[in-house]
């Protein structure tokens, strides 16, 4: 069964840090990963989908890696603003690549 | 890209009556579409699987009779939670991804609906 782990659970980082999520993985048979982010009371946000056949994708001032044989990604937010601000969940497909296996999320609070 | 409209975003509701979710892929067309719950301070959890054309494949532990899906076109899944009582009381999403290309695509999730049973 896959289960998917991420750390820190919370974090809160003055404006303008660099700052790394993780998420872990047990089963690297995945074809892709994805991060989202959500605000407090909405939906999920679509951030970056990584393939496994990549190591790295990028968008904007955010940067996903994909490590699938130690199972492993990072999220990556450069300079980092109060708006960054929300909960941050990883997820993988399962049960034959028709279901997301959730994180646990990360909350992250980037303070003036 | 991909964009799912979910309707209505809150609903409050007397005890006892049902209550009808919408969740429409708007620019693609999804024969699966999923639907999940959210507890306040934990992730999603995974309710049922809509099929377009068949029935709802559910997760352990969901009611059938309690949430009633319908998956009657390629981009609209509704869930009706019947019969509600306040424990049903949850923020309620759901998702799809293209029809082909979920592995280049991904999933896109609706923006939610709050439901309070009174």
């Known amino acids: 069964k896959q289960e998917v782990t991420q750390i820190p659970a919370a974090l809160s980082v003055p404006e303008g840090e660099n700052l790394v999520l993780n998420c872990s993985f047990t089963?690297?048979?995945?074809?892709?990963l994805q991060w989202f982010r959500q605000d407090p009371g909405k939906g999920l946000t679509s951030l970056l989908l990584?393939?496994?056949?990549?190591r790295e994708q990028t968008s904007g001032r955010l940067n996903a890696s994909l490590d699938k044989s130690s199972g492993r990604s990072t999220l990556y937010i450069a300079a980092s603003q109060p708006g960054d601000s929300a909960t941050y969940l990883c997820?993988?497909?399962?049960?034959?690549?028709?279901?997301?296996?959730f994180g646990t999320g990360t909350q992250l609070k980037v303070e003036l | 890209g991909a964009v799912v409209s979910q309707h209505p975003s809150w609903v409050i509701c007397k005890s006892g009556t049902s209550v009808k979710i919408e969740c429409r892929s708007l620019?693609?067309?999804?024969?699966?579409m999923f639907w999940y719950r959210q507890f306040p301070k934990q992730s999603l959890m995974l309710m049922a699987t809509?099929?377009?054309?068949?029935?709802?494949?559910?997760e352990q532990g969901v009611e059938k009779d309690k949430f009633l899906i319908n998956h009657a076109s390629l981009t609209l899944s509704t869930l009706t939670v019947t019969s509600a009582h306040p424990e049903d009381s949850s923020f309620y999403i759901c998702?799809?991804?293209?029809?082909?290309?979920?592995?280049?695509?991904?999933?896109?999730f609706g923006s939610g609906t709050r439901l309070t049973v009174v």
């Open positions: 089963d690297s048979a995945i074809y892709n």
């Open positions: 998702s799809a991804t293209p029809l082909r290309d979920r592995v280049n695509y991904g999933y896109t």
């Open positions: 809509s099929n377009e054309g068949s029935k709802a494949t559910y």
């Open positions: 620019d693609f067309q999804a024969t699966t």
């Open positions: 997820a993988v497909p399962t049960g034959g690549g028709n279901k997301l296996t």
């Open positions: 990584i393939q496994s056949s990549q």
